[in-house]
T-cell receptor, first 114, second 114 residues
Framework: GNSVTQMEGPVTLSEEAFLTINCTYT??????LFWYVQYPGEGLQLLLK???ADDKGSNKGFEATYRKETTSFHLEKGSVQVSDSAVYFC?????????????WGLGTSLAVNP | DAGVIQSPRHEVTEMGQEVTLRCKPI?????LFWYRQTMMRGLELLIY????????DSGMPEDRFSAKMPNASFSTLKIQPSEPRDSAVYFC????????????FGPGTRLTVT
């Protein structure tokens, strides 16, 4: 079946540090991959996506590359800010058929200290 | 657009009482999702609708939970009777044809059952 595994948190960094949050997946076919972010007290919102192998999604300084050979979609940012403190969710949708529901990782909490 | 609207934002109730959560999706969106978020189990998909029709309710925990979508602009999730283990944040999300990949989340309803 389809599944997403992401690194456990919490991750605590100092401002301007480099961020990596690991995400690996198991899926049949050719899934699309996503990172969603949840700021405190809010719902989730799409951060970036990649719909085919070798695509790079990017937004707000965050990047993730769809690596089919390693079944990974790691989230990176070169210099984090306090405002990046949030929970980050990796997810996939299997493009086979009409079933477009998202399969979610458990989330990784990030705290950035000034 | 006002985004996905959920009410109430907070609900505190006693065990055994009926609870009704409400959701108004973004106008024009044809998919609606109900999720539950807890620390222990993360984000769980409970049920989703397409054009007001329930497509997959395999995530609904038990018969105490029911969901309806009487029209394109309104959905309810009902728990009867409620139990303390139902305490969680419940999110509604919607998705449209313009972008079949992105789900738009509401702010959530924090339910506490005492």
């Amino acid at each position: 079946g389809n599944s997403v595994t992401q690194m456990e948190g919490p991750v605590t960094l100092s401002e301007e540090a480099f961020l990596t949050i690991n995400c690996t997946y198991t899926a049949t076919g050719y899934p699309s991959l996503f990172w969603y972010v949840q700021y405190p007290g809010e719902g989730l919102q799409l951060l970036l996506k990649a719909t085919k192998a070798d695509d790079k999604g990017s937004n707000k300084g965050f990047e993730a590359t769809y690596r089919k050979e390693t079944t990974s979609f790691h989230l990176e940012k070169g210099s984090v800010q306090v405002s990046d403190s949030a929970v980050y969710f990796c997810a996939l949708t299997n493009n086979a058929g009409n079933n477009r529901k998202l399969i979610w990782g458990l989330g990784t909490s990030l705290a950035v200290n000034p | 657009d006002a985004g996905v609207i959920q009410s109430p934002r907070h609900e505190v109730t006693e065990m055994g009482q009926e609870v009704t959560l409400r959701c108004k999706p973004i106008s024009g969106h044809d998919y609606l999702f109900w999720y539950r978020q807890t620390m222990m189990r993360g984000l769980e998909l409970l049920i989703y609708f397409n054009n007001n029709v329930p497509i997959d309710d395999s995530g609904m925990p038990e018969d105490r939970f029911s969901a309806k979508m009487p029209n394109a602009s309104f959905s309810t999730l009902k728990i009867q009777p409620s139990e303390p283990r139902d305490s969680a944040v419940y999110f509604c999300a919607s998705r449209g044809l313009a972008d079949p990949y992105e789900q738009y989340f509401g702010p959530g309803t924090r339910l506490t059952v005492t």
